[in-house]
């Protein structure tokens, strides 16, 4: 599997964005979609997920402000960012994990994707 975040940049605090991250499949079953951000001085925290391609689970401090969606076929995922804070500023990095008989549980990474919100 590998992923390729993008949608980053610079936006004005209460503006949008919408990450997106398409995902190379092999033959790994995919239990979660999600995204992480890690802003400096900060503890890398999960942003949203998707489990099992029905339960979604957010940070508390994103909750009704993004919104995590897949494609039907798990070959993308994407964040809808509104209202954005500048405490949202950060690298946003998408991932999956997945679970092959050979390998087992897998988790893979996209190369991060920057946001940046002015005040």
């Known amino acids: 599997v590998q992923l390729q975040a993008s949608g980053g940049g610079l936006v004005q605090a209460g503006g949008s964005l919408r990450l997106s991250c398409e995902v190379s499949?092999?033959?790994?079953?995919?239990?979660?979609m999600g995204w992480y951000r890690e802003a400096p001085g900060k503890e890398r925290e999960l942003v949203a997920r998707?489990?099992?391609?029905?339960?979604?689970n957010y940070a508390e401090s994103v909750k009704g402000r993004f919104i995590i969606s897949r494609d039907n076929a798990e070959t993308a995922l994407y964040l809808q960012m509104n209202r954005l804070k500048p405490d949202d500023t950060a690298v946003y990095y998408c991932y999956v994990n997945g679970w092959t008989p050979v390998s087992g549980s897998v988790y893979y990474w996209g190369q991060g994707t920057q946001v940046t919100v002015s005040s």
């Open positions: 499949r092999n033959a790994a079953h995919i239990n979660i």
């Open positions: 998707i489990i099992s391609s029905s339960t979604t």
